[in-house]
């Protein structure tokens, strides 16, 4: 005879459908409505199970729900197995006790279809959740963009938005993190700092990653005091003792949206908190930086040469000037650097006000293929005038790593004017990230087996490790002006380094030039420390062409 009468089933099958199609989904009734099944039916136990792949499956590795459990289930009912259409498998268990009297076939087939609907409703729920974490959520398990677009959507919709307080903050020096504790212990600090940031925010916005150690959020006014202390550093423990810890600061760049406000695109906050979030990283120590009027005036600027700089590069208004490079003993011009200048109105407008505008975004690279280009064009003149060149080193920017083709369309450019290759040196400065370590060793060595030189620019200014000469082929360093000595002091501790770094350079073959040479004091210090060539004001500032080819007749300076 069956546990509950026909009426009685269907009143359980339609409270199922209810409860487990309503929106918000009421956990208590769920639950209530399953525990009265488990009882009427004289179930022990009821069990489901949910895993994103059948190979998951295999592993274990997914989540198990148990709603009704009354200590005596040892004898397994009914076990029903699906596969989605997304691969997915649900799996749903009733138990029964071996002592209690076995149910009819009615009571079986009446408790298969409840399972169905209740394996159906898990599946639903849990495939919702993982589109929510694969659309939301990046593959660490951060917030995303999407994530924060959303927040910003619905927050803008509730006029709810005035008054916050927005932000991008970029880690101080985690690079330098992972490499003393280690990348994994690194990924523990960088995720209890973000957790910290979110759950002081709470409720009154959101923070998402940007990606590597880049985030940006907006939180209430109200929590301003507290987010911005941990903006400018906390201890970060990464073992479970909480006795291993790290420092953590970052750049922030902050925009206080005022009140009211109404967000006409998420554009609008980005420009904001990106810049005033530069502003910052040129900061040392602890730096937060608010956006502010002469900020926008700085903004304004900015859009004004991003703007113009499309058609400036059509017009061919960047120039190329030439600063040599002189070998210290023969004082004979060995070579040169390729720089660039923007001619606009008869005016010359210097580079520091335009190249970091344009590494903002993928002008800079623009501009760097324009410089080649130019540079090749004036190299096939030379030829064909049947002057002597000399190799012409060209600035590419960090920015071009990402470019898995990089060597190709450099070479491209170089055959296509028809320019031996070893009259080319491609200048790259230093990178502190593995990611784009290797980017840099494998755009270097395709290079060297095209023939073309390479140049590591700027050694020395940032966090520079003996990797990237040690694991990297390049043919020059280039030494950075503040590693200069200022006085024949052997005593002093900048000469030491200096002299150590030139003989170093020498040891694993690396042609040395030292930049920034502007007195004669400077000069002899070079040559008593055995550098080959010098490049600075001392000999030329930068040369416009014809200035320069007039100094590649005379070849010597006096």
């Known amino acids: 005879m069956s546990c509950v009468d026909y009426k009685k089933y269907t009143s359980y099958v339609d409270c199922l459908i209810r409860i487990t199609h309503a929106e918000p989904f009421d956990h208590d009734s769920y639950v209530d409505i399953i525990s009265a099944i488990c009882k009427d039916y004289r179930l022990a136990k009821g069990v489901t199970e949910f ?33 989605s259409e997304t691969k997915a498998v649900v799996i749903g268990t009733l138990y029964v006790c071996s002592e209690d009297e076995p149910l009819d076939d009615e009571d079986i087939r009446q408790l298969d279809t409840m399972l169905r609907i209740i394996i159906g409703f898990v599946s639903r729920r849990r495939l919702i959740k993982k589109l929510e974490e694969f659309g939301f959520f990046d593959v660490q398990g951060f917030r995303n963009f999407r994530a924060f677009g959303r927040y910003m959507d619905i927050t803008n919709n509730e ?26 212990n690194g990924d523990i600090v960088m995720r209890k700092y973000y957790e910290l940031i979110s759950d002081t925010i709470g409720d009154t916005g959101i923070i998402i990653r940007l990606g590597g150690d880049k985030f940006i959020g907006i939180f209430g006014r109200e929590k301003q005091d507290e987010v911005f202390e941990i903006f400018k550093g906390v201890p970060i423990a990464y073992d479970d003792a909480g006795d291993q810890r790290v420092n953590i600061s970052v750049a922030a760049g902050v925009y206080m949206l005022p009140n009211p406000y109404m967000m006409k695109s998420y554009g609008d906050i980005m420009d904001k908190i990106n810049l005033a979030g530069k502003v910052a990283k040129r900061h040392t120590g602890e730096s937060i930086v608010a956006y502010g009027d002469k900020m926008k005036t700085e903004y304004e600027r900015i859009k004004k040469v991003q703007t113009a700089f499309p058609g400036a590069l059509k017009n061919n208004e960047f120039q190329i000037y030439y600063q040599p490079k002189v070998d210290i003993e023969t004082k004979k011009i060995v070579g040169a650097e390729a720089l660039c200048r923007w001619m606009k109105d008869d005016m010359i407008i210097p580079p520091n006000e335009f190249i970091p505008i344009l590494e903002m975004n993928t002008y800079v690279a623009d501009l760097d293929f324009y410089v080649l280009d130019h540079v090749c064009h004036d190299i096939v003149r030379w030829l064909e005038e049947g002057r002597d060149p000399v190799r012409v080193s060209v600035n590419f920017s960090r920015m071009h790593l990402i470019d898995m083709d990089l060597t190709d369309h450099i070479i491209a450019v170089i055959d296509k004017n028809n320019v031996p290759h070893e009259l080319i040196e491609i200048e790259l400065t230093e990178t502190t990230t593995d990611v784009t370590f290797n980017d840099l ?82 000069l002899e210090i070079l040559g008593k420390n055995h550098c080959e060539i010098a490049q600075g004001f001392y000999f030329d500032h930068a040369l416009g062409v014809d200035e320069f080819e007039e100094r590649l007749v005379k070849r010597f300076y006096e």
Not at 53 to 63: A, K, V, W, Y
Not at 161 to 180: M, P, R
């Open 51 to 83: 895993y994103n792949t059948p190979m998951m499956e295999q592993r274990g590795m997914g989540d198990s729900f148990c709603d009704f459990d009354n200590g005596k289930g040892d004898k397994v009912l009914i076990r029903l197995r699906i596969l």
């Open 159 to 184: 006029n709810k938005l005035g008054g916050k307080i927005a932000f991008n903050i970029d880690l101080h020096n985690f690079t330098i993190v992972n490499q003393e504790i280690g990348r994994e």
């Open 441 to 522: 060793k494998r755009v270097v060595c395709s290079l060297e087996a095209q023939g073309v030189k390479t140049a590591v620019d700027d050694f020395g200014v940032g966090y520079s490790s003996l990797n990237l000469i040690r694991d990297i082929p390049w043919n020059v360093l280039k030494i950075d002006k503040n590693f200069v000595p200022e006085d024949d002091d052997e005593e002093n501790v900048a000469n030491k380094m200096f002299k150590h770094l030139v003989s170093l350079a020498h040891d694993i073959g690396l042609e040395c030039v030292v930049e920034g040479v502007e007195t004669k004091q400077q």
